[in-house]
């Protein structure tokens, strides 16, 4: 599976979020220096987890407020059921790669 560059470690701040343009999209967290990425799309709609609220390790919706573990992917709170993907995170110097699966 490849490695794609998200961004600079710089280019995120804690609490900040960037979308992957790939297929499905990805998003790239920073919680407390940590980064993670997981499917950018919330499993209850079709709302951006980029454009969610970080808060420490978990990210609410911004429709409906479900909530998220950013390390697992894990439900924390309704109206979403269903887990999110995660994707394994790597810093190369300054730079940030998620590992993104081929495409099928
Ligand atoms: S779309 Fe995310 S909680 Fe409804």
């Not at 808060?55 to 059921?81: I, K, N, Q, Y």
């Amino acid at each position: 599976m490849p490695w794609i560059r998200a961004c600079s470690v710089d280019e995120l701040d804690d609490g900040d979020a960037l979308q992957l343009p790939t297929v499905p999209p990805v998003a790239v967290f920073r919680a407390d220096g940590e980064f993670f990425a997981l499917n950018d799309t919330c499993t209850h709609g079709q709302s951006s987890l980029a454009d969610g609220y970080v808060d420490g390790d978990r990210v609410e919706c911004a429709w409906h407020f479900a909530t998220f573990d950013l390390r697992t992917g894990a439900v924390l709170s309704p109206p979403a059921t269903k887990p999110l993907c995660t994707y394994q995170v790597k810093l190369d110097g300054d730079e940030v790669l998620v590992e993104i699966p081929d495409p099928r």
